[in-house]
């Protein structure tokens, strides 16, 4: 199969291409470098033994992406390009409602011009809201959305279903695959490649690591006084080799399969800040310091997925839990101290 990344010199993306490499598949990725550094790919490279085809691009550019996909005409397309920082969003939403919708748009203009058929999405558990209980199953209602990252989604989605639904049952039907993420951590077991925020990490795990590696002081835990076995919020967080490997498995579904499908990938297993905190602390063999501050505007309390669906419609189910996770974090930060920056 032949594949196109967008923004797969991100964290996910690149991840993804090596198992899409690995799995056998051709990946060509497009990429403006906003947030990643293409020195991610030569890793890629390096880790699978093969070649990428890599176009610097903005996905939301129609005449290059024509371009782009008129030479590679790929099987199916993993749309990953978007701005993902959520406080961010908060502060600059025309700019995330611009890019994140505009590169769908355009997609899906070209996918129509070129007869293109496949595109796997990343959504989020965003999408979920806050007035679903956890485990959360891919039939629950959407949410209402606490910022303008995750209306992106939510809008993102279903701009992509009704796209499908002007099609269906016609010989140019999508295939359209919606993958809401949890909690996305870790890194590939090569410590190659890995996440590499820019400036202050505003999610858990790379501010933990960034702690443990010395370049933090210590971690500021976002509430104890939650209604939790320690009083700190849970996630799903997911392995991104783990989560990788659900893409591999989702694009492989889309080619067989016309439709809209939403899939969780998740493990279905809720860990809190605090087992977070410790199980890092084992991995990289010193305590991680933290110390209790007031909670963060905008968390829910508790997210987690069910993940039967993706088990019993792709075959696919997380296999690596948080002592790997840690593990594998840890090999990439200790390794990479200032990440691709070095
Ligand atoms: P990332 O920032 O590492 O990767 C996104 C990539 O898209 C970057 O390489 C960036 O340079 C590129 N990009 C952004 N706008 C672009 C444009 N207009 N044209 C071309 N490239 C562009 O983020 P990630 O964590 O790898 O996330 C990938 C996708 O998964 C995003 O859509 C994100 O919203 C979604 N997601 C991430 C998480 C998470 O926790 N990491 C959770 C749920 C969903
Ligand atoms: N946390 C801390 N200290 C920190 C950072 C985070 O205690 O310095 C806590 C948060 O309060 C939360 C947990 O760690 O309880 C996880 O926080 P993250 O920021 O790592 O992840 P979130 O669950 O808040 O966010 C993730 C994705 C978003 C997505 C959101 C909702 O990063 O893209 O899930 O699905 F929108």
Redesign the pocket.
Not at 201 to 205: D, E, Q
């Given at each position: 199969m032949k594949t196109l990344l967008t923004g797969g010199a991100g964290y996910i993306g690149s991840h993804t291409a090596v198992a899409m490499l690995d799995a056998g598949h051709d990946v060509a990725v497009a990429d403006n470098y906003y947030n990643s550094s293409p020195e991610a790919i030569r890793r890629v490279e390096e880790i699978t033994g093969r070649k990428v085809s890599l176009y610097e691009a903005d996905v939301a550019d129609r005449s290059r992406m024509m371009e782009i996909l008129r030479a590679e005409m790929p099987d199916c397309i993993i749309h990953f390009a978007g701005l993902?920082a959520?406080g961010e969003s908060v502060a600059m939403p025309v700019e995330y409602y611009r890019n994140n919708i505009d590169t769908t748009l355009t997609l899906l203009e070209c996918m129509k011009e070129l007869g293109l058929t496949n595109i796997v999405f990343s959504s989020?558990?965003?999408v979920y809201g806050e007035d679903n209980i956890p485990p959360f199953t891919e039939n629950m209602p959407k949410g209402v959305c606490t910022n303008p990252?995750?209306w992106t989604k939510w809008m993102q989605e279903q701009i992509l279903r009704d796209a499908w639904f002007a099609g269906a049952g016609s010989e140019k039907e999508l295939s359209v695959v919606l993958l809401r993420y949890?909690?996305p951590v870790g890194a590939h077991e090569s410590g190659l490649i890995g996440e590499d925020p820019q400036g202050i990490?505003?999610?858990?795990?790379p501010?933990i690591s960034q702690v443990a590696v010395g370049r933090r002081d210590h971690?500021?835990?976002?509430?104890d006084d939650y209604d939790t076995p320690d009083g700190?919020?849970r996630?799903d967080y997911i392995h991104v080799m783990d989560l990788a490997e659900g893409h591999v498995r989702a694009a492989e579904y889309s080619l067989g399969n016309r439709g809209t499908e939403v899939f969780n990938l998740g493990t279905g297993n809720p860990y809190s800040?605090l087992d977070m905190v410790n199980a890092f602390g084992k991995a990289c063999g010193h305590p991680v310091k933290y110390e209790i501050g007031p909670r963060?505007a905008g968390?829910v309390q508790d997210?987690w997925a069910n993940a039967d669906k993706a088990k019993e419609v792709l075959g696919w189910e997380a296999k690596r839990g948080i002592d790997e996770i840690c593990r594998d974090a840890w090999k990439w930060q200790s390794g990479n101290p200032q990440g691709y920056g070095e």
């Open positions: 993902k959520v989020s558990a965003t990252y995750g949890f909690n990490p505003n999610n858990l795990m501010y971690l500021t835990v976002f509430g700190t919020c996630r800040v963060r968390d997210s």
